[in-house]
């Protein structure tokens, strides 16, 4: 997997729908600085067909490596809703690519069936209990990432991976 797990379609089996995942707990290099934050049980889980690995920052069509980005003024419903931003270290408005990749994910995700996602915990698209602040402090606030948002909106229960330093930007 080398895309992301992100871009192409397929990890659909038959049978139960699978649990969406991050791509990058899958251990696809997928964040923004190129790396995975790999889990072994995830891989196992993808790999035995029950889980689908997805990066919705990659499907937005954000490249790898890429700068750090953080929500400013909310949290990702504030984003889908249009009343924050999400913008990077160096200043760009990545809210286009952001709400794009994070529909993209809920909607594959809505139409398999899917009923639950493990996400990585404090990205801007996957944080599911917290996200950085904005200020690109390493502070961080209570909310949903983009991701997790759209995916709650379409009634599909978010839960954070293990725990790690989910830098900014994912
Ligand atoms: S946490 Fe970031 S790098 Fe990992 S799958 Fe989500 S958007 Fe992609």
Redesign the pocket.
């Known amino acids: 997997m080398t895309d ?1 797990g ?1 871009g192409r379609p397929g990890g659909s089996p038959a049978g139960p729908a699978p649990v969406l995942v ?4 899958a251990g ?1 290099a ?3 600085d190129g790396r995975a ?1 790999t889990d072994p049980r995830v891989v196992e889980e993808v790999e035995a067909g029950r889980a689908l690995p ?5 499907l937005g069509g954000l490249g790898i490596p890429r700068p750090p980005a953080e929500i400013v003024g909310g949290d990702g419903f504030d984003v889908l809703d249009g009343r924050a931003r999400v913008v990077t270290a160096d200043g760009r408005d990545v809210t286009e690519a952001f709400v794009r990749g994070a529909r993209g994910v809920a909607d594959e995700a809505a139409q398999l069936g899917v009923a639950r996602a493990v ?2 915990d404090r ?1 801007p ?2 944080g599911c209990t917290s996200v950085y602040d904005g200020t690109h402090s390493g502070a961080l606030a209570d909310g949903a990432g983009v ?1 997790a948002a759209a995916l709650i909106r379409r009634g599909i229960d978010v839960e954070a991976g293990p725990d790690g330093p ?1 830098r900014a930007g ?1």
Request: glycine share 4%.
């Open positions: 992301g992100a991050s791509a990058c707990l696809v997928c964040r923004y934050k997805r990066c919705a920052e990659v996400l990585q990205s698209s996957c991701l989910a994912s």
